[in-house]
């Protein structure tokens, strides 16, 4: 009944995170553009921590020969997934509309999943759930300011896109949720999730998250960058390894 609870409790801290466009409310622009590329330095850093740290070596301890298919798996249909919404977007890019509802709609999936991914480490070891909460906690927190921009951008009053953005977010809840019922029911659903999972989070980092860092062009802001990437897979690395082993 513990681990419920506290499932349930990290998804919603995590769909809080929607909110973070709020800070685009009262952050300087100025201010907001230079803080952003930290925060995704972070976010991927963080990612790739937990993924290697975590992870993967959980993944191992189940023994099962399927752990590399299931990973490379999370990276491909995470790579069609993107595909799917990027094909979606040019064909609508005249609909403005339309782009923020398809964005809303990909954002659902993607915190759906998120939630199963952290009611699956939950199951493992509370620790594991802990650090891998943290993990998607500083990913969704740029993803989420700039899934803001487009709402607002597309048309939406800042209060509309802030309730909407919170609507897709909850769905990490439900993703949680379903997952943690469905486990009891299927063993070995934790044993392919876990490296799934893994695969997923290398996409998200090395496809969305360090592109975005190479538009980058200030020797300054680079440097700062590399710190806060080094600083994620550091903080990851080092609460892992007071946690979780």
Known sequence: METIF???LATIVVSLVSFAGALTLF?????LKKGLPLLVSFA???MLGVTFFDLL????????GGMFAAALSGIVIFFFIEKIFHWHHHNTKCRVHTVAYMNLIGDAVHNFIDGMIIAASFI??????IVSTIAIIFHEIPQEIGDFGVLVYSGFTRGKALFYNLLSALTAVIGALAFFFASSYYENLISVLI???????????VADLIPELHKQKSLRISLAQIAFFLAGIAIIGMAGAVFVH
């Open 6 to 8: 506290l499932v349930i």
């Open 195 to 205: 490296p799934f999972a893994a695969g997923a989070f290398i996409y998200i980092a």
């Open 44 to 46: 991927a850093g963080s």
């Open 57 to 64: 070596p959980e993944a191992a301890e189940f023994g099962t």
């Open 27 to 31: 952050a300087k622009e100025r201010a």
């Open 124 to 129: 493992i070891s509370v620790p594991l759930g």
